[in-house]
């Protein structure tokens, strides 16, 4: 009996010390473990409209100001998503730091549990931090944004808590985004602009990619380089094309590249709408942002409070980022031409596409990568979610519905087919590729302690 008495202590103290640990690690990463109760409302009890307003400037400064430029594009919104996650966690007592967890990135600093946090200001402050210390250059008018977003809420704020503590919140929060930037500034990104780089050529083997537009460039040959994520390395979960180049009549590469071009014979006014759509290109928030876009309007549309929707952008941001690192070093590896190069040495001479051809390779298809990599993250926290999608509204395109995230990736995917810049294989095994990329995540990173 007295065994069974100290092993039920024994229990009981482990209990208790999990207990404290959560308490603690859900307000700072300091290692110093106290049982206070903490001063702070929960991030729960606040809804998200601040997040998603954070989220939709930055969607509009890439759609003003970005060039074509996915990966630049899907860097940005990578770390703004993990912004706001790291910038609320303190008021999640049993969630966790991405800190230890994400590759590189360094201790948080500190918020006490014995001062009171307002988690919505805590966003104010860092945001505008975080959006100048991302973008390389910002126009007068996105400053001019960003400053009108920070002295309204600012002002919203002051108006329901006394002001020590927006101070404090909002100083906070320039503390988390100023640590980050330091983690941002390491991940290879400035070591790569403007590396010299010259495509192989195509005498060299027939199936190397080639500029097929007067003046352009490789669009970002060294981005497989970059620091990932959440995996442990930009090929940890690639998929190999299903088959090789070959230029036999009715072989699997000739059959995918002549379905391109049979499509461009007779495409469908619904496959050009598809097409269209997610083409993603200037005056839209580019193929990482339309994923952000969905993101916002469904954390609106259901009331999403601030940590369940911190959390959705977290794995977003983490699968944005290690998609687009994944699929580019992909591409430069295997380095396969583009149907238009394809077709019009192989099928029909002077052949073109229904949209421009990217200058980058085929195989994987990004927004196909990068899709099947957020529609898993979204599914796994949100579940089977039907939606419509508003992105474009702005640029006059009418919403298109989905069943599901899964649907709109596989839509997404088929598009690039539709528009005559990817064959069919890229497509497939680029929303494969991603799935495995978001699974990965799912499983290294946890975002609650149990």
Not at 159 to 165: F, H, M, P, R
Not at 173 to 191: I, K, P, S, Y
Not at 372 to 399: E, K, N, Q
Request: glycine share 6%.
């Amino acid at each position: 009996m007295k065994k069974v008495n100290n092993l039920s202590f024994i229990l009981t103290l482990c209990v208790l010390t999990l207990c404290a640990a959560f308490v603690f690690f859900g307000c700072s990463d300091d290692k110093v473990v106290t049982t206070t109760q903490s001063a702070s409302p929960t991030t729960s009890t606040y809804d998200s409209r601040y997040a998603v307003e954070w989220m939709w400037l930055t969607s509009k400064i890439v759609a003003d100001q970005s060039r074509d430029n996915p990966p630049q594009a899907g860097r940005i919104y990578s770390y703004a998503c993990i912004a706001i996650y790291q910038c609320v966690v303190p008021g999640m007592p049993l969630n966790r730091s991405l800190r230890g967890q994400l590759n590189g990135m360094p201790q948080m600093p500190a918020a006490y549990l014995t001062s009171e946090y307002d988690w919505p200001s805590v966003l104010t402050g860092a945001m505008p931090v975080m959006l100048r210390g991302l973008f390389r250059t910002l126009y007068n008018p996105s400053n001019v944004m960003i400053n009108n977003i920070y002295d309204r809420q600012k002002q919203e704020r002051l108006a329901l808590k006394d002001a020590a503590i927006i101070d404090r919140s909002i100083q906070y929060g320039e503390d988390v985004a100023n640590r980050l930037l330091e983690w941002v500034d390491n991940d290879g990104f400035n070591e790569i602009q403007g590396l010299p780089y010259v495509p192989p050529p195509r005498t060299l083997n027939p199936a190397n990619w080639e500029p097929v537009n007067p003046g352009d460039t490789a669009v970002e040959p060294y981005w497989g380089t970059l620091r990932t994520y959440a995996l442990p390395g930009a090929d940890y979960d690639e998929v190999p094309p299903s088959f090789g180049f070959d230029s036999t009549v009715n072989s699997p590469f000739y059959n995918d590249e002549y379905e391109v071009y049979q499509i461009r014979a007779n495409a469908t006014q619904e496959q050009k709408d598809i097409a269209l759509f997610w083409r993603d290109k200037q005056l839209t928030p580019q193929p990482p942002g339309h994923w952000v876009s969905i993101l916002n309007q469904i954390v609106l549309r259901d009331n999403i409070k601030l940590d369940r929707a911190a959390e959705c952008y977290a794995y977003l941001g983490i699968a944005i980022g290690d998609a687009f690192i994944a699929a580019w070093y992909t591409k430069y590896k295997f380095n396969y031409l583009r149907p238009q190069t394809y077709i019009r040495d192989y099928i029909q001479e002077g052949w073109t596409p229904f949209l421009p051809t990217p200058p980058f390779p085929d195989y994987p298809s990004g927004h196909s990568t990068s899709s099947g990599a957020c529609s898993y993250v979204l599914t796994h926290l949100l579940g089977t979610v039907a939606f419509t999608d508003t992105t474009h509204l702005r640029i006059g395109m009418s919403p298109r519905s989905f069943n599901s995230f899964y649907e709109a990736a596989v839509e997404c995917s088929n598009s690039r087919i539709y528009g005559g810049i990817h064959y069919r294989n890229a497509c497939e095994n680029g929303v494969i590729m991603g799935e495995n990329i978001g699974q990965t995540i799912v499983n290294r990173i946890r975002l609650k302690f149990f």
